[in-house]
């Protein structure tokens, strides 16, 4: 009854069977059933599609697959928001020519406590720590031309 998803040693006076691989015994031991991978959290870094005894991973709409993880395929425009007591500067991390940019700059009277961005929206959001109110302004585009992308870092002379 294992059928094709079982491995079977007969003997002169039994039949032992074990579930190939991606497959286990099924409660009634007679039988072998697919094993969902899937399940197991890690088993892909983002989409997990179960196949009989096997799984396949892939990655979503503009990331590729390196390795055994998904990365994006436009890395060196991903940007890094710091908040520092009153600003919020940003900086490009894979650009070495990238300058630390001043995104926002607050007055005395405020401390970002938490911050988040919204990227579809293009917005970033942050807490004021001393008046407890929720904040956000319109972020630079990435074609801006105040943007850091291309800035040198030098020593002053």
């Not at 425009?77 to 990238?98: G, H, K, M, T, V």
Request: aromatic fraction near 8%; charged fraction near 20%; charge should be positive.
């Amino acid at each position: 009854l294992f059928r094709s998803h079982a491995k079977c040693v007969e003997s002169k006076s039994s039949v032992h069977c074990t579930c190939r691989n991606g497959f286990q015994r099924f409660r009634d031991k007679n039988s072998c059933t697919d094993v969902n991978e899937c399940l197991k959290f890690g088993t892909c870094s983002q989409i997990c599609n179960n196949t009989k005894g096997s799984h396949l991973c892939s990655c979503a709409k503009n990331f590729m697959k390196l390795h055994h993880t998904c990365k994006s395929e436009n890395s060196n425009q991903q940007i890094l928001y710091i908040a520092d007591n009153n600003e919020i500067r940003s900086l490009y991390p894979f650009n070495p020519n990238s300058a630390y940019e001043q995104a926002f700059q607050g007055n005395q009277d405020m401390r970002v406590d938490a911050m988040d961005i919204h990227v579809k929206g293009n917005k970033i959001y942050w807490t004021n720590w001393h008046t407890g109110t929720i904040s956000s302004r319109e972020l630079h585009s990435a074609s801006s031309t105040s943007s850091n992308r291309n800035r040198k870092i030098g020593r002053a002379s």
